[in-house]
């Protein structure tokens, strides 16, 4: 009998991160653009709009509380690509630009 191992895929480290606060003054998305901007050393305004990489509503939505303020029990990170990176969003707040593959 063989066992197949299973290959982790080591992730490369973050060029920035931040962490994002349920309920606080901040928007996720204002949270991920400023990450971006730090990654990049550009400004936010120079960055390309968001919305060509995911869908910014349904992305607050999924982890956001809901209508009535109470927290989700949803647990995960949803990831997308921008030009020249990879966005990691994680159900607790943590938000992470690292370098595409």
């Not at 490369?12 to 994002?20: I, L, N, R």
């Not at 606060?21 to 204002?30: C, H, K, Q, V």
């Not at 120079?46 to 939505?61: M, T």
């Amino acid at each position: 009998m063989s066992v197949n191992p299973t290959v982790l895929r080591e992730e490369p480290e973050p060029v920035a991160s931040a962490q994002y606060s349920w309920g606080g003054e901040m928007t996720l998305i204002y949270t991920i653009v400023e990450t971006l901007a730090s990654a990049t050393g550009q400004s936010p305004e120079d960055l390309p709009p968001l919305h060509n990489a995911v869908d910014v509503d349904a992305l607050e939505s999924i982890f956001g509380p809901r209508g009535n303020g109470q927290q989700r029990a949803v647990t995960g990170e949803i990831s997308f690509l921008t030009e020249e990176h990879e966005v990691v969003v994680k159900s607790h707040g943590r938000v992470l630009v690292r370098p595409a593959e």
